[in-house]
């Protein structure tokens, strides 16, 4: 951290500059017999002297303005300046925009003994020394949240409304250059990507750390709900409703409690969730990948291939239509930040640096400041827990589609699979029920349970003896040399029969042992279907197998309805992005300590069946080139 200026610059002069915008009541009355810290207003500002919650070497105050849309929905924003910022200096702004930043607390209530801004961004704060490096910081509550009236809309055309008024209105203040820079992670890392995909001219960077790059995605696959179908629904409606702080001013009280009054509001949200078809209005407008078609505002993202939260799903496809300036760190880690540590300190993604080269991009876009290092584009972590450097992602020496044949299964969510391996002597666990409650994208709670010991080779022993059972397995012959899977891989079918079906990736070691490492479910109908699994980037060594498995929903996180159904399978392929590791540019970093837990989780005995494809069919590691 770098030592803080002296704050030597008159407080008065910011007070006159805040003179300008507009005005709001008087801070509320302290509670109890103590005299509580101030609270801020447009034009009188607190210091962390004054208000322990204030970030050190900051002033805070809070404004209110219109969103874009005409809809007369008022938003909150909390406001942190440089302190000792003079009369007339302006800074660049770093925006937030999102549902996490009430004066109570981000998800609920934490325990405040007096209204403040909200902490969450504050290891960010600290980790850049952003303001002693001369920049503002803006927190806006989305519509419903916080200090802001208006019914909640799910990264809906009213969040998107409110994404672009916080643009518009913190180029526009008196200590504005004009210059915005956004930042979050999670919800308010989707706000970033919604503040691309509005192509405004004073937005010039965005750092968005685990999204989601399409909010279906986190809500049903292909028409089968996940778990939080109901939950993510009812998590935000309970922080909607958060009561305020007592000492939070009139104003802000009475924003707070904008539900009580239009409980349709609640309702409302929850009905939206409930909406199956991906091709409806209502999730063809928060089609973030879609929308991101010709965007250009520099980007830096995180992404863990393998997060159990926030999925890189439509990830490429974002990336893919994104056409300005991308820099990314993208791994085998969990729902993280860039500057997590483990309880033993260990970072969370592996790699040093986080908020110097996040300061280092902002200083680029937002200052006009040439980066002293010179960082990757891409620094990303593959399977084995080695770092690399790229100048894109995902780099793809060779494009192929590979036959896997068909095959037939019973759309029984399992049981046939369970029984199977009852018979054989292990009794399997009965799978566990999903979990109810209320969560939302910052906090979900584990909801993926894995493959009790001995399923897949249970049921892939059953398959050579002919019988038909909750799923079928494919495997490829072994490879001579290394070869990574990256991008979006793709599966297509015809099936006859309908019901569900669950597609599953395997590397699969010499010795029978397997790491399932991607998958992805749909609902499935007679005719053809096409299947996007979820982005990857898996190192498969020489000598393994890719398997793939094709059959009902066993494991994982969606609440299915199996149909009973026999689903035959015909002409089944397998679409990879393939490069080759002998390549890589080695970039500094650790393995993440998430690997190590996801391959405890999802190693399974399958030893190998017969080959029916290949995926290199040159020995040679050099990887023709796509076309």
Known sequence: MRARRAAARSTSALIATLALTAGLAGPAAAAGERQAPPVATATDPVTHEENDRVPEG??????????????????????????????GEKVPVILSVGPYFA???????EGWSHTGPSSRFQDFVEGTDLFDEGYAFVMVDLR??????????????GEQADVRAAIDWSAKQPWSTGAVGMYGKSYDAVTGLIGNNLDQRALKAVVAQEPLWDMYQYIYSNGVPRPNVTGTAGAYNSIATMPPMPDDDPRYRANARYEQARPECLTENSAGYRIADQRDEHWTSRDLARMARGSDTPLFVTQGFIEPNTKPEEMREYLD??????????????HVRGGDRTPDGRLAMGREGWYEETLSFYDQYLKGVRPSVRYPAYAVEDSTGAWRAQRTWPVTERSVTLPL????YVDDGGASARAALAASGTPAPRPPAPPAGRWDMENAPATEHTAPEGLAGETAKRQRGGEVGSSF???????????????????????????????????????????MFDEQVSLVDSGRLAVDLKATDWTLAAGHVLAVEIGSIQTGSWRDTPSGETVEVRGARLRLALDDPADDVATPGDRSPFLDTYLSRYTVELPAGPGTFTL????????????
């Open 58 to 87: 900051s002033v805070w105050t809070q404004h209110y303005f219109p969103s874009s849309d005409d809809s007369g929905t008022e938003l909150h924003a909390d406001v942190l300046l440089p302190e000792g910022l003079s009369r």
């Open 103 to 109: 004066h109570a607390g981000q998800t609920g209530p």
């Open 144 to 157: 419903g949240f916080g200090g802001s009236t208006g019914c909640l809309d799910w990264g809906g055309p």
């Open 321 to 334: 239509n994104h056409e300005g300036p991308e820099r990314g760190w993208l791994g085998q880690w969990d």
């Open 405 to 408: 044949g068909g095959g037939s």
């Open 473 to 515: 397995f494919v495997w490829s012959t072994p490879l001579k040399k290394a070869v990574r899977v990256t991008g979006t891989p793709q599966v297509s079918l015809t099936a006859k029969g309908e019901g569900n079906v669950m597609l599953k990736l395997y590397d699969v070691a010499p010795d029978g042992t397997a790491v």
């Open 616 to 627: 290199v069919r040159d020995g040679r590691s050099g990887i023709r080139p796509w076309r």
